[in-house]
Nanobody
Framework: QVQLVESGGGLVQAGGSLRLSCAAS????????MAWYRQAPGRQRELVAA???????NYADSVKGRFTISRDNTKNTVYLQIDSLKPEDTGVYYC????????????WGQGTQVTVSS
């Protein structure tokens, strides 16, 4: 089992910044890719950014140039730096951990709310 705990969400004005953190514990060695997803009200959960154990990253087109994902393996923590926030970035942000073994389970955190006011 892997446990994920997010933090860092909040209410911010458009144009502002936030840094989300996700601390992982448990069977850390079973994890390869870490990712952030978000879910806006009335919409499906969508991938925002992902980072592999080799630090390869990918981003949703809507956040490229504004969001930066990084990981600190010494702290078992993945971060999402969010700059130039827009009202459409509002939603619940979820941390996700994917296993080394492709058939293994995905893990999710409980989510952290990000609200951007215009």
């Amino acid at each position: 089992q892997v446990q994920l705990v997010e933090s860092g969400g909040g209410l911010v004005q458009a144009g502002g910044s936030l840094r989300l953190s996700c601390a992982a514990s448990g069977r850390i060695n079973s994890i390869n890719t870490m990712a952030w997803y978000r879910q806006a009200p009335g919409r499906q959960r969508e991938l925002v950014a992902a980072i592999t154990s080799g630090n390869n990253t990918n981003y949703a087109d809507s956040v490229k140039g504004r969001f930066t994902i990084s990981r600190d393996n010494t702290k078992n923590t993945v971060y999402l730096q969010i700059d130039s926030l827009k009202p459409e970035d509002t939603g619940v942000y979820y941390c996700n951990a994917r296993p080394v073994v492709p058939s293994g389970p995905w893990y999710w955190g409980q989510g952290t709310q990000v609200t951007v006011s215009s």
